[in-house]
């Protein structure tokens, strides 16, 4: 019965930090694709977003 207590928290842990970091690294991504786009508007708009997101998936990663 511990055994099984054990693996679903480790289950859960893992589905946690999972989700802790797909939202900035997939801002991460979009950001980087907008900066491939040829219209010069995105480009400050793309840089923020991976800044920001970037900054984000270091500090939960710091924190895990």
Do not use: W
Not at 22 to 51: H, K, Q, T, W
């Amino acid at each position: 019965m511990a055994a099984d207590l054990d693996l679903r928290v480790l289950q859960l842990m893992t589905a946690r930090l999972c989700h802790e970091f797909a939202g900035p690294l997939g801002a991460v991504a979009n950001g980087i694709e907008l900066m491939g786009e040829n219209d010069p508007s995105f480009a400050a708009d793309a840089l923020r977003l991976v800044a920001t997101s970037a900054k984000t998936a270091n500090a939960r990663l710091q924190f895990y």
